[in-house]
């Protein structure tokens, strides 16, 4: 799938290409390939997110509940988001396609015994790789 996507790039497939023969502005506006490159972030970019607690947060997990205190420095791995399987189908497997713009469905999976939409387009932040947010890019 990803060598036929990069050979439509290439003046001449069949023969060993040099730096003139590849139409690298298609690569970089492949779909496919950009995909890809999110997909393969998704799974092995892990960053924390560190953030102030300005109020007093109660956390509900499995049933137990966690007191985050005011002022405390909390701090998310990216992967909570990025491996959560609410959000993405089979969260632990590299699927190439995944961000590529597909139809929209009504499929509907059951995680935990709740059913939740799999939409991570609605997301404010649906690919959390460096820490999601500008300032903490370096």
């Known amino acids: 799938m990803f060598r036929s996507e990069i050979l439509r790039y290439v003046k001449n497939p069949h023969s060993s290409p040099s730096a003139s023969d590849i139409d690298f502005h298609g690569l970089l506006t492949s779909e496919l390939l950009n995909s890809g490159l999110k997909e393969t972030l998704r799974l092995q970019g892990h960053s924390l997110s560190p953030r102030d607690l300005l109020d007093d947060t109660v ?36 699927q190439g ?12 999976a059951a995680v935990n015994g709740q059913t939740t939409k799999i939409d991570p387009k609605h997301l404010k932040i649906p690919l959390a790789i460096w820490g999601g947010g500008s300032h903490l890019v370096i």
């Open 59 to 94: 956390l509900k997990i499995e049933g137990k509940e966690y007191v985050l205190k005011k002022g405390s420095l909390a701090l998310g791995p990216s992967t909570l988001l990025n491996w959560n399987p609410d959000i993405y189908d089979n969260p632990s497997t590299w």
């Open 97 to 108: 396609d995944r961000f590529v713009e597909k139809e929209p469905s009504d499929e509907v």
